[in-house]
């Protein structure tokens, strides 16, 4: 698709929206303003917690410490940051109207759609991430004897979730954003309530007129029906696990009783 098609309902050279100067336009401005005031907190607790990770030495045994576990958690905060990040590229700050002006004098292009996809994509791996959290936690109870021992069963079940979970989830987002490939990133205005000169980033010419949402709703149950099943079995195990201790504390204290 040529970059000089203008789509239609997009501003790309409209005058109108050439000519736009930015002013303060209420709430638009107000919202795009808010989330740093939970978001930069946000940003340092995700660097320290990072920070943290690379510096802590996991070769050495201590009760209570799994890479692993750290390792999901980083990168389940990482990338839900980085959504944050392009949907607020795509949506709360165009529409402060800052940069309408220069949008509106540039013909759709592929640039504009590298938001849109990067938005997607980290969309899809923070819902995905989340859900080696219980699987690894799982393998601790599976082998609990094993915990403080040198490559341990646990540690190298954990390895393999890791070498091949964490792969397949920077891969599979390509498969549910293929058809962004032929599309180009446009401009449009906003709709009521917003005024004049709020706009967001869209996409337009996807193959085969398909759309995110389809993807989306569809990743979304399958998530979350993955994320239930594995907090099942993640409870089921602590119970037992917690029966177990029951038994061998009684147990004690019967014989210690004799």
């Not at 759609?113 to 791996?125: A, E, Q, T």
Request: charged content about 10%; hydrophobic content about 50%.
């Amino acid at each position: 698709m040529s970059d000089s098609f203008i789509p239609p309902g997009t501003i790309h050279f409209n005058q109108s929206y050439m000519n736009y100067e930015y002013e303060f336009n209420g709430f638009p401005t107000i919202l795009a303003i808010i989330p740093w005031f939970y978001m930069l907190p946000t940003l340092i607790v995700i660097l320290k917690i990072s920070s943290v990770y690379l510096k802590t030495d996991w070769d050495t045994l201590e009760a209570g410490k799994n890479q692993y576990v750290f390792l999901v958690i980083s990168l389940s905060l990482i990338f839900s940051y980085i959504f944050f990040v392009f949907d607020y590229i795509e949506v709360r700050l165009p529409a402060t109207g800052y940069f309408t002006s220069y949008c509106a004098g540039i013909a759709p292009n592929h640039w504009l759609k590298m938001v849109i996809f990067l938005g997607f994509y980290s969309n899809y791996c923070a819902m995905a991430f989340p859900f080696l959290m219980p699987v690894v936690r799982l393998m601790i109870l599976m082998y609990p004897k094993d915990h403080n021992k040198v490559r341990t069963s646990i540690e190298i079940y954990n390895v393999v979730i890791m070498i091949v979970g964490v792969p397949l989830i920077l891969l599979y987002p390509i498969a549910c954003t293929f058809f962004l490939l032929p599309a180009i990133g446009t401009c449009k205005q906003l709709e009521y309530p917003y005024p004049f000169g709020s706009i967001w980033i869209y996409y337009y010419g996807a193959a085969f007129g398909m759309r995110n949402s389809t993807f989306y709703m569809t990743n979304s149950i399958i998530w979350l029906i993955f994320a239930i099943i594995a907090n099942i079995a993640l409870f089921y195990k602590l119970r037992k696990a917690k029966e177990r201790l029951i038994t061998v504390q009684t147990s004690g204290i019967s014989h210690r009783a004799l």
